[in-house]
């Protein structure tokens, strides 16, 4: 049935307080429509809000069959333009050390609650970079509940409409080879540098532990100089 204009609800100005609601449903709807299994968290506590999942492709014989997709999905919704959000430490954390794929899924409502925009975040890269660089400046013990890490998508990130059929496919691309997956992102946090400007340089120093923290302080500029025994 066509909307009625004198329908008190037709063109209705969404609440606010829903807008974060609407996305979620978005994000389901989207997921769901595209062949995912779509599954929210019993509790809403560990940083992600759902978990899309695929079965792997059945062209090959079953003992070939290779591991199912699998990847964790925040969401953020914002009115009027997408938003700048801000991510705790602890969740930042854990998307990171967590082996599989996160990625954050920003949604952009207008003010009828429709999308207009989205983009996709994937967890990976310059983002582990980021974090592991925060968290080695953040003092032992701080509190990582409080302690906030801005997430921002660039332009490269935006998904192009229609958005479910993009998020489907940049999903996909940015996963590859689902088997292999864990063990590429275990390589990026293990290897990663903090920014462009790679040296090596083979020093011999103490191995103690406390050594060891200080040339990690030390990689990232918390500390100024090192005195190694030879160079």
């Not at 209705?12 to 599954?39: L, P, S």
């Not at 990171?96 to 949604?107: D, G, K, Q, S």
């Not at 993009?166 to 996963?175: E, G, P, Q, T």
């Amino acid at each position: 049935m066509a909307n009625d204009p004198d329908d008190e609800d037709f063109g209705r100005m969404i609440d606010e307080k829903d807008v974060g609601h609407i996305g979620q449903a978005e994000a389901h709807r989207w997921g769901t429509k595209q062949g995912f299994t779509v599954n929210p968290p019993l509790r809403d506590d560990k940083g992600w809000d759902f978990i899309f999942e695929r079965d792997a492709p059945r062209n090959v014989p079953l003992d070939r069959v290779g591991p199912h997709l699998r990847a964790m999905i925040q969401v953020k919704t914002s009115l009027g333009k997408i938003g700048h959000h801000q991510v705790t430490m602890k969740n930042w954390i854990r998307m990171v050390r967590e082996p599989m794929p996160w990625f954050i899924l920003f949604i952009n409502l207008d003010e009828t609650g429709e999308a207009q925009r989205a983009s996709l975040i994937h967890v990976t890269g310059r983002w582990i970079g980021i974090v592991l660089k925060r968290g080695r400046e953040m003092e032992p013990g701080a509190k990582e509940a409080t302690t906030k890490i801005t997430a921002h998508p660039t332009e490269e990130e935006a998904l192009a409409p229609p958005f479910d059929v993009s998020l489907r496919k940049r999903i996909i691309a940015d996963i590859g080879d689902v088997g292999s997956y864990m063990s590429r992102k275990a390589a990026i946090t293990d290897t990663i540098g903090y920014d462009d400007h790679r040296y090596l340089v083979h020093m011999t120093m103490p191995a103690s532990p406390e050594d060891l923290e200080l040339q990690a302080d030390f990689a990232i500029g918390l500390v100024k100089s090192l005195h190694p025994n030879e160079i």
